[in-house]
């Protein structure tokens, strides 16, 4: 059971991540593979990566 809310934890920050700062769901799955679900620390990275990508 815990799997599977972890699962939809992990989708639904993907979805917040593409939502809210403007990567991609496959940029979003890799950070979450190197921080975890820790928000703070993936909307950093996030951040930084979308200030990177052409617009």
């Known amino acids: 059971m815990a799997l ?3 699962n ?3 989708e639904t920050i993907v ?3 593409v939502r809210e700062i ?3 769901e ?7 593979s190197f921080l975890g ?3 703070g ?3 950093r990275e996030a951040k930084a990566l ?4 052409p617009s």
């Open 41 to 43: 620390s993936l909307v």
């Open 26 to 32: 496959a940029q979003a799955l890799e950070l979450i």
């Open 22 to 24: 403007g990567i991609t």
């Open 4 to 6: 599977k809310s972890e």
């Open 37 to 39: 679900l820790n928000w």
């Open 50 to 53: 979308s200030s990177k990508s």
């Open 8 to 10: 939809q934890s992990q």
């Open 15 to 17: 979805q917040r991540l």
